[in-house]
């Protein structure tokens, strides 16, 4: 659903520009909450994560594909705060070395495919979360709602922004009831990778994933066909566990989802391209301002093998967004602490 240039006329590219740059600005303070020694760096990978999985688009009806959005996922395991600047940094990295997503539309991209699915999901998955048994299982059909809704929800409001700022003179209904129909499709792919991905972490490390904070229903075990209580592990305090292996596993199936199983990925048009040139919304659009970006179509410049051209920039792409968002994200973490620290040796007057 990356939104390019063209599709959005300026005032309205303008606003959704301020509206990104405070929701960032609200998510870095909000992030200082969420960030500890353990999760900044995994927060890195989750946006590494969530550009590997946009390369694998999905068909969804004849001629039509999708792909992740990412904003379910990033909050649902790192937090809201935190799932926010983590589209935004895959989205950042996207429009500046592959071409892809309007520089001019970078503030509707972030709105739209961040900010609205973050907070459409977070909603729905807490609102779940809390009606729902308390176990890991109900943390993943949270998870698998939340996202689901999530992506109609974000292509609902692509269209509002474009009804008051849309470049073309097409009928809104139409535009709105196609969006909507193909996003539901690909909300389900969406539902599917979020629910799977948060409950393979949960299964293995659920202190990591933030929306399973205080999950306390217990182990289950099946013994002669009754399900009783695991009995309890030694305890281990939750700072001396190790997030390495999580942290290797995760990278390395990263890159080798964008390096390798990306090739296989479908070749039709996403949800938006299709709409777009179904409806008449492209009519305007104009040539990006990295087009000439030695990685632009998710391609190496100068490689004539395709599959080694599209592996390499994927692989560039993971390593580039790993590195961008770990900075990001420590910076974040290093202010919570320094601010911790100010506030623990401050005298107060007399």
């Given at each position: 659903?990356?939104?390019?240039?063209?599709?959005?006329d300026?005032?309205?590219?303008?606003?959704?520009?301020?509206?990104?740059?405070?929701?960032?600005?609200?998510?870095?303070?909000?992030?200082?909450?969420?960030?500890?020694?353990?999760?900044?760096?995994?927060?890195?990978?989750?946006?590494?994560?969530?550009?590997?999985?946009?390369?694998?688009?999905?068909p969804?009806?004849?001629?039509?594909?999708?792909?992740?959005?990412?904003?379910?996922?990033?909050?649902?395991?790192?937090?809201?705060?935190?799932?926010?600047?983590?589209?935004?940094?895959?989205?950042?990295?996207?429009?500046?070395?592959?071409?892809?997503?309007?520089?001019?539309?970078?503030?509707?991209?972030?709105?739209?495919?961040?900010?609205?699915?973050?907070?459409?999901?977070?909603?729905?998955?807490?609102?779940?979360?809390?009606?729902?048994?308390?176990?890991?299982?109900?943390?993943?059909?949270?998870?698998?709602?939340?996202?689901?809704?999530?992506v109609?929800?974000?292509?609902?409001?692509?269209?509002?922004?474009?009804?008051?700022?849309?470049?073309?003179?097409?009928?809104?209904?139409?535009?709105?009831?196609?969006?909507?129909?193909?996003?539901?499709?690909?909300?389900?792919?969406?539902?599917?990778?979020?629910?799977?991905?948060?409950?393979?972490?949960?299964?293995?490390?659920?202190?990591?994933?933030?929306?399973?904070?205080?999950?306390s229903?217990p182990?289950?075990?099946?013994?002669?066909?009754?399900?009783?209580?695991?009995?309890?592990?030694?305890?281990?305090?939750?700072?001396?566990?190790?997030t390495?292996?999580?942290?290797?596993?995760?990278?390395?199936?990263a890159?080798?989802?964008?390096?390798?199983?990306?090739?296989?990925?479908?070749?039709s048009?996403?949800?938006?391209?299709?709409?777009?040139?179904?409806?008449?919304?492209?009519?305007?659009?104009?040539?990006?301002?990295?087009?000439?970006?030695?990685?632009?179509?998710?391609?190496?410049?100068?490689?004539?093998d395709?599959?080694?051209?599209?592996?390499?920039?994927?692989?560039?792409?993971?390593?580039?967004?790993?590195?961008?968002?770990?900075?990001?994200?420590?910076?974040?973490?290093?202010?919570?602490?320094?601010?911790?620290?100010?506030?623990?040796?401050a005298?107060p007057?007399a």
């Amino acid at each position: 659903m990356h939104v390019p240039d063209g599709f959005i006329d300026a005032p309205v590219s303008i606003a959704a520009g301020v509206a990104a740059a405070g929701a960032v600005a609200v998510s870095l303070r909000g992030a200082r909450r969420e960030l500890d020694e353990r999760t900044a760096p995994l927060a890195g990978l989750v946006a590494a994560f969530i550009f590997a999985v946009q390369m694998l688009n999905f068909p969804v009806a004849a001629g039509t594909s999708g792909h992740l959005l990412g904003g379910a996922l990033a909050a649902i395991l790192v937090g809201p705060y935190t799932g926010v600047l983590c589209v935004s940094v895959v989205l950042l990295m996207q429009g500046l070395l592959f071409a892809d997503g309007g520089l001019t539309a970078l503030g509707v991209n972030i709105v739209t495919m961040g900010v609205v699915t973050v907070v459409v999901a977070y909603a729905v998955f807490r609102a779940l979360v809390k009606l729902l048994p308390d176990s890991r299982r109900s943390v993943t059909v949270a998870a698998f709602a939340g996202a689901l809704l999530s992506v109609p929800a974000a292509a609902a409001f692509f269209t509002l922004l474009f009804a008051v700022g849309g470049t073309t003179d097409v009928p809104i209904a139409k535009v709105f009831g196609a969006m909507v129909g193909v996003h539901v499709l690909i909300g389900i792919g969406e539902a599917v990778i979020t629910a799977a991905t948060v409950g393979a972490v949960i299964a293995v490390r659920p202190d990591l994933v933030h929306g399973a904070r205080g999950l306390s229903a217990p182990l289950k075990l099946r013994v002669g066909g009754e399900l009783v209580d695991a009995p309890a592990p030694a305890a281990v305090p939750v700072a001396a566990r190790s997030t390495k292996p999580v942290w290797i596993t995760g990278l390395v199936a990263a890159l080798a989802l964008a390096g390798i199983v990306s090739f296989y990925a479908s070749s039709s048009p996403d949800g938006l391209e299709k709409v777009a040139a179904d409806q008449g919304i492209d009519q305007k659009v104009t040539e990006h301002a990295a087009a000439d970006s030695p990685l632009a179509d998710y391609s190496v410049k100068d490689v004539s093998d395709a599959r080694l051209s599209g592996g390499l920039a994927g692989v560039i792409g993971v390593g580039a967004t790993v590195l961008v968002g770990t900075g990001v994200f420590w910076t974040v973490r290093r202010r919570r602490a320094a601010d911790l620290t100010a506030a623990s040796t401050a005298v107060p007057a007399a």
